[in-house]
């Protein structure tokens, strides 16, 4: 029931600072925890940030200091701002919803909802 789609990536520039866009339907955002995570060819996916219901934030990291999770509950959005990127942060962003609980985790199993991806490319 719960649909999100990702949008705001592509190519860039290392240094670039774009900002990832999550909306979400077919639920009440308010009560979400929401996390990014991104997948890297050949790479297994990993964990990025998450942002419970209470705004409680988490980073891994590797982008702690870099990246900002922030949600707009009017919206019905989440968002990935992306600040000061590096090749290595090139991969496919995926957002992830669990409707059901109330603190975050970093393991892509605990989230029941995933968006399609959107890719980011970082050059140079």
């Known amino acids: 029931q719960v649909q999100l789609v990702e949008s705001g990536g592509g190519l860039v520039q290392a240094g670039d600072s774009p900002r990832l866009s999550c909306a979400a339907s077919?639920?009440?955002?308010?009560?979400?925890?929401m996390a990014w995570f991104r997948q890297a060819p050949g790479k297994v996916r990993e964990f990025v940030a998450a942002?419970?219901?209470?705004?409680?934030?988490s980073y891994a990291d590797s982008v702690k200091g870099r990246f900002t999770i922030s949600r707009d509950n009017a919206k019905n959005t989440a968002y990935l701002q992306m600040n000061s990127l590096k090749a290595e942060d090139t991969a496919v962003y995926y957002c992830?919803?669990?409707?059901?609980?109330?603190?975050?985790?970093?393991?892509?199993?605990?989230?029941?909802?995933w968006g399609q991806g959107t890719q980011v490319t970082v050059s140079s």
């Open positions: 992830a919803a669990n409707p059901t609980k109330f603190s975050s985790s970093s393991a892509p199993s605990y989230y029941n909802y």
């Open positions: 077919g639920g009440t955002l308010s009560s979400y925890v």
């Open positions: 942002i419970t219901s209470i705004r409680i934030i």
